[in-house]
T-cell receptor, first 115, second 109 residues
Framework: DAGVIQSPRHEVTEMGQEVTLRCKPISGHNSLFWYRQTMMRGLELLIYFNNNVPIDDSGMPEDRFSAKMPNASFSTLKIQPSEPRDSAVYFCASSLRRGGDETQYFGPGTRLLVL | SQQGEEDPQALSIQEGENATMNCSYK?????LQWYRQNSGRGLVHLIL?????REKHSGRLRVTLDTSKKSSSLLITASRAADTASYFCAGMDTDKLIFGTGTRLQVFP
């Protein structure tokens, strides 16, 4: 199994530009999570999907952030326009929801730097 | 913030010693999980303990859970240099994990 795949692994962009992060979950998993990790705020859950449906987006910081999951094998997290304070490592994770004891499998992350 | 707290924030030990990390959480949980993160990598699941369990073992790992105190501990016995990483606890709140702030463990050979 290839595990959770994220792209790009690194992204450097200028303030105001649109950034799109991509994630391919583990085949067969039905839940997908987007996290952001910074030194100051630690690991924050941004949004998660069950069966491709967004369930909780209360962690999405602002309207500049949006996430989609058009099918079971692909999700995007978009930031438009990007700002320097968005610089962080963004992780995607997936799990197989089966009634409470799910463990999450994390991708390698996308390291985003907004100048 | 619902985020849990971990203690200590950083821990340095010699190979062969035991490492103990503590975690406190704020909400009711279905289970508590521990994850490990090597520098520059994603998190990897280590062990899960259910809310009706008090102690669980897996290899060199021992986890305890006290739901009355909303706290958990992770013990790594006979540590190795390869155990150097950050360790995070995460409480399962319905169907999402709430992660703690993490403990950075450094094991010197």
């Amino acid at each position: 199994d290839a595990g959770v795949i994220q792209s790009p692994r690194h992204e450097v962009t200028e303030m105001g530009q649109e950034v799109t992060l991509r994630c391919k979950p583990i085949s067969g998993h039905n839940s997908l999570f987007w996290y952001r990790q910074t030194m100051m705020r630690g690991l924050e859950l941004l949004i998660y999907f069950n069966n491709n449906v967004p369930i909780d987006d209360s962690g999405m910081p602002e309207d500049r952030f949006s996430a989609k999951m058009p099918n079971a094998s692909f999700s995007t997290l978009k930031i438009q326009p990007s700002e320097p304070r968005d610089s962080a490592v963004y992780f995607c994770a997936s799990s197989l929801r089966r009634g409470g004891d799910e463990t999450q499998y994390f991708g390698p992350g996308t390291r985003l730097l907004v100048l | 913030s619902q985020q849990g707290e971990e203690d200590p924030q950083a821990l340095s030990i010699q190979e062969g010693e035991n490492a103990t990390m503590n975690c406190s959480y704020k909400t009711s949980i279905n289970n508590l999980q521990w994850y490990r993160q090597n520098s520059g990598r994603g998190l990897v699941h280590l062990i899960l303990i259910r809310s009706n369990e008090r102690e669980k073992h897996s290899g060199r790992l021992r986890v305890t859970l006290d739901t009355s105190k909303k706290s958990s501990s992770l013990l790594i016995t006979a540590s190795r240099a390869a155990d150097t990483a950050s360790y995070f606890c995460a409480g399962m709140d319905t169907d999402k994990l709430i992660f703690g702030t993490g403990t950075r463990l450094q094991v010197f050979p």
